[in-house]
């Protein structure tokens, strides 16, 4: 009688533990979901938009209001290869580059911003090209050109 209440006793104990670690598993990753979400939005729509307009040989810029449906008041272009520092320090806020631009010679980055907060980024393919926004910091609604230049 004695054993069957050791059993039982460890079977529980055993079953609540198996509770508490799969009680904290799940905080953990839940914890990990929303430390890796955040409210910024990859584009790849206006990507396309972007790789069709570039594909094509006669066009020479990108008109970036005309292409966008959503509100923002500052894009940024970042070229291959530019640091995370260098991405936070222009854009003024913390951004995670889910592109990893740093590494990269293949895209350029192109960062949207609203209401001081980045809103939106589109990965632009370079396509045998390069792009130049003139001596400007970033773009705005107002002064919205993207300058395409083929190699």
């Known amino acids: 009688m004695e054993n069957w209440l050791m059993t039982i006793m460890n079977d529980f104990r055993y079953e609540c533990k198996g509770r508490f670690v799969i009680k904290k598993l ?4 839940i914890t990990l979901l929303l430390a890796g979400c955040d409210n910024v939005q990859h584009h790849p729509d206006l990507s396309e ?6 594909e094509n040989k006669n066009s020479s810029e990108i008109s970036l209001k005309s292409l966008t449906s959503f509100d923002w008041e500052k894009a940024f272009l970042f070229t291959p290869y530019t640091t995370q520092e260098e991405i936070e320090e222009r854009l003024d806020v913390n951004f995670n580059d889910p592109s990893n631009i740093d590494y990269r010679d293949d895209i350029y ?16 393919a370079r396509q045998g090209a390069d792009f130049k926004i003139g001596e400007k910091e970033y773009l705005t609604p107002s002064a919205d050109l993207i300058f395409i230049e083929r190699y």
């Open 26 to 29: 799940i905080v953990v990753l």
């Open 49 to 54: 938009t972007i790789y069709s307009i570039v």
């Open 109 to 124: 980055l192109l960062v949207l911003m609203n209401d001081g907060i980045v809103d939106q980024y589109v990965e632009v």
